[in-house]
Every structure is written in C-alpha cells, then in structure tokens.
C-alpha cells in the first residue's frame, strides 16, 4: 500500500466521489485505471505530455500515481481534532485499519477525511483506549462498506487477526 503524501494527489482523491461514510469519518476513492498507465507504456505517443513544462492537469490524475497500487491518505484537521496527539492517533488508526482491508480495496487512491469532532466530554483524554476503539471501530464499518461496494466478496478482518488498538503500526 503506497502513501498520499502531496496536495495534487489528496485533490485528485477528494475528486474521486464519497464511496462511504461512517458518523465521524469520509472515504473517499478515485479509481485508477491499470489499462491507461498499461497502454501509455506500450505506445508513448499517445500517452499525455509528461515533460518538465507539462501540468498535472494536461497529465490527468493518472500521472499522479506512478505505482499501480493502492493509495491511502489520512486527512485530519485541527478544526475537528485540536491536540496533535489525538490527530497523529486517528491517523495511525486509519493506516492499520487500512492495510488490513488492503486486499479487498480495488487499485484506487483513497482518502479517509475526519468529518467531524469526536466528543470531548465523552473522551476526556486526548489520546485513550476507549478513543482509539471507537475509532478503530467506525473505520472498520467504514473501509467494510467501501469494500462491499467495490465487489470484494470476503468477509472483513476477524478480531482475531488484527492488531489490538493500542499498538502502532510501523
């Protein structure tokens, strides 16, 4: 699973449509097509300009994503998650979470988006347990439904195969 990690590719994304939503999370998908990047590697004069002087825009959002692989980017604003810890804990929650559903998400560029505020009064510490389960619990529902709708016909991580929630993806 590769890393969103400019503003063009989180855009691109975002772009891409909501293909799920949980009360606090976004997913957000925009396909990448294999037989494009196939096709412009076998005839490159019909491939999009990809020169120095060329723009992302004139490219498409295919030249965004050199590796055809999965994509994902966590967006986690100040506005809904003010302490950088709790921030930075969403986001590991949101890549574990992610590369356990790695292979029954399709070749796409994804973007988990932190929609809304979780409750201070109910998660009085910046960074808990009980935050990190009902994190990992609706990104579970989240990434269960999106890949339902992509057609991934297996059923979702058992409890028992996944990393418990304190512990850190590396």
Same mark, same amino acid.
């Given at each position: 699973?590769?890393?969103?990690?400019? $503003?063009?590719?989180? *855009?691109a994304a975002?772009?891409?449509?909501?293909v /799920? #939503?949980?009360? &606090?999370?976004a =997913? &957000?998908r %925009?396909?990448?097509?294999?037989?494009?990047? /196939?096709?412009? @590697?076998n005839?490159?004069? !019909?491939?999009?300009?990809?020169?120095?002087? !060329? %723009?992302p /825009?004139?490219?498409?959002? *295919?030249?965004?994503?050199?590796?055809?692989?999965?994509?994902?980017?966590?967006?986690?604003?100040?506005?809904?998650?003010?302490?950088?810890?709790?921030?930075?804990?969403?986001? #590991?929650?949101?890549?574990?979470v992610? @590369?356990?559903?790695?292979?029954?998400?399709?070749?796409?560029?994804?973007v988990v #988006?932190?929609r809304?505020a979780f409750?201070?009064?109910?998660?009085?510490s910046?960074?808990?347990d009980?935050?990190?389960?009902?994190? $990992?619990?609706e =990104?579970l529902?989240?990434?269960?439904? @999106?890949?339902? #709708?992509?057609?991934g016909?297996?059923? @979702?991580?058992?409890?028992? /195969? *996944?990393?418990p929630a304190?512990e850190?993806?590396p």
């Amino acid at each position: 699973m590769q890393r969103l990690k400019t $503003r063009p590719q989180f *855009q691109a994304a975002m772009a891409g449509g909501t293909v /799920s #939503r949980t009360a &606090h999370f976004a =997913l &957000h998908r %925009l396909v990448l097509d294999a037989a494009v990047g /196939s096709a412009a @590697a076998n005839n490159p004069a !019909s491939a999009a300009p990809t020169g120095p002087g !060329s %723009l992302p /825009s004139t490219q498409g959002p *295919q030249a965004l994503f050199a590796v055809p692989d999965v994509w994902l980017g966590a967006m986690v604003p100040k506005r809904w998650a003010r302490r950088a810890v709790t921030r930075n804990t969403i986001k #590991r929650q949101i890549y574990t979470v992610g @590369a356990a559903f790695e292979a029954r998400l399709p070749q796409a560029a994804h973007v988990v #988006r932190l929609r809304t505020a979780f409750d201070r009064k109910q998660f009085v510490s910046a960074t808990s347990d009980q935050l990190r389960q009902a994190v $990992r619990a609706e =990104l579970l529902q989240l990434f269960g439904h @999106a890949a339902r #709708r992509a057609g991934g016909g297996a059923a @979702a991580p058992t409890p028992a /195969s *996944q990393a418990p929630a304190h512990e850190v993806a590396p």
